[in-house]
Every structure is written in structure tokens, then in C-alpha cells.
């Protein structure tokens, strides 16, 4: 079983619609959750953290259920610019933090 | 700049050859990483150095994969006798780990190094 799991998609969605992502973890000792942003032959950017109350910024909502060991993400009202793979980021503590990413997530919104 | 910087951009070789990839963290950032991406593929864990401590390497795919950092700051990944399945992206990052609170772990990536061996 992966250390990060991620449906890879990919999500096709009209602009406007509301789309959710969910990823899985299966290293109970994790620490801290992101959700990181890549597009099309570029480099991984951050998106979000992962607040365990649960976060919003703007059309992006991150919640972290710890019991369940899963992360989501929810974009309303996607926008063209959205279309990019979201990739899920675990860190956890093992002298120092390792960080592992999901596979990611392929985004694509049409008009 | 104040990213993190890696070179070359590109790197076309020949089966066989060596290849040598540089990152340069961003400056005070103790932790340094590599990853690998084949192309439509996720990142694949390759190395991790944190400070002084011994670099966990549970990610080198084989033993013709090595790294060393020098002096706690810029990173050297060396691939020997490449062979067709190394071509992908080489994306460094580095994190601010310190221990503080206010360290949310947040990794800075490279815009990487394309490898293409032939």
C-alpha cells in the first residue's frame, strides 16, 4: 500500500462546478498535511496547508480527518486557470521530517 | 535569486554515460530533498539530507544513484551509466526545518533537470 493515496483522475468539470478531492495516509504518526499545486511541466507549488479544524482560502477548502487518515480538498467554482494536478504532502517526523507526495490528482476545467 | 536553483535545465546523454545534476537550496534551509518524475507520473521519493545527520537514501532506485551535499548547502545527485528508464525530471527542494512553531515543513522546488538519455 502507497504512504499517500490519490484517485488520479482525471476530474473533467465545467467552470463553476464545485469539485472535491480526497486523498489517504497510511502512517498514523503524520504530522503535518499540504496540498500542493503542479502544472503542466512546471514544478510543485504549494497550494494550502492542512489545519486539522479544518482551512479555507478563497474557493479552496482543505479539511484533515486524523481518525480516518484523510485529507480533502474542495474548489468552488473552478476557474479555468484551476485546470493543474493537486498533489497530496504528508510530512511526518522520523528525526527530521520526511515529506511524501501522492501521485496527484489531474484537474482539467472547461468553459 | 532567492529560489532554489538547479542546473542544468536540460541534459540529453548518452546510455552509459554519467550525469552529474546540481541544486542549490535556498540559503539557511537545512533540508534538502530530490525527487524524480517520469513524465504523466507522480514524485518519486529519491534522497533526503537534514543538516549534519545522515542523509536517508531509502528512495535511491539503485546503487548507480549517489548524492552528497556539500557543507549543509549545495547538493550534487550523480548518476552512473545512465540507462534509458533514468530519463525524467530531477526536482530538488528544500525546507526551512527548524523547530520552531512556526516551521510548517513547506518544501521550495527547483524547476528541475530534465534528463533525456538516449
Known amino acids: 500500500r502507497k504512504e499517500v493515496e490519490q484517485d488520479p483522475g482525471p476530474f473533467n468539470v465545467p467552470e463553476g462546478a464545485t469539485v472535491a478531492f480526497n486523498c489517504t495516509y497510511s502512517n498514523s504518526a503524520s504530522q503535518s498535511f499540504f496540498w500542493y499545486r503542479q502544472d503542466c511541466r512546471k514544478e510543485p507549488k504549494l497550494l494550502m496547508s492542512v489545519y486539522s479544524s479544518g482551512n479555507e482560502d478563497g474557493r479552496f477548502t482543505a479539511q484533515l480527518n486524523r481518525a480516518s487518515q484523510y485529507i480533502s480538498l474542495l474548489i468552488r467554482d473552478s476557474k479555468l486557470s484551476d485546470s493543474a494536478t493537486y498533489l497530496c504532502v504528508v510530512n511526518y517526523l522520523t528525526g527530521g521530517f520526511k515529506t511524501i507526495f501522492g501521485a496527484g490528482t489531474r484537474l482539467f476545467v472547461k468553459a | 535569486g532567492a529560489g532554489v536553483s538547479q542546473s542544468p535545465s536540460n541534459k540529453v546523454t548518452e546510455k552509459g554515460k554519467d550525469v552529474e545534476l546540481r541544486c542549490d537550496p535556498i540559503?539557511?534551509?537545512?533540508?534538502l530533498y530530490w525527487y524524480r518524475q517520469s513524465l504523466g507520473q507522480g514524485l518519486e521519493f529519491l534522497i533526503y539530507f537534514q543538516g549534519n545527520s545522515a542523509p536517508d537514501k531509502s528512495g535511491l532506485p539503485s546503487d548507480r544513484f549517489s548524492a552528497e551535499r556539500t557543507g549543509g548547502s549545495v547538493s550534487t545527485l550523480t548518476i552512473q551509466r545512465t540507462q534509458q528508464e533514468d530519463s525524467a525530471v530531477y526536482l530538488c527542494?528544500?525546507?526551512?526545518?527548524?523547530?520552531?512553531?512556526?516551521?510548517?515543513?513547506?518544501?521550495?522546488f527547483g524547476e528541475g533537470s530534465r534528463l533525456t538519455v538516449l
Open positions: 540559503s539557511g534551509h537545512t533540508a
Open positions: 527542494a528544500s525546507s526551512e526545518m527548524g523547530q520552531g512553531i512556526t516551521n510548517t515543513g513547506e518544501l521550495f
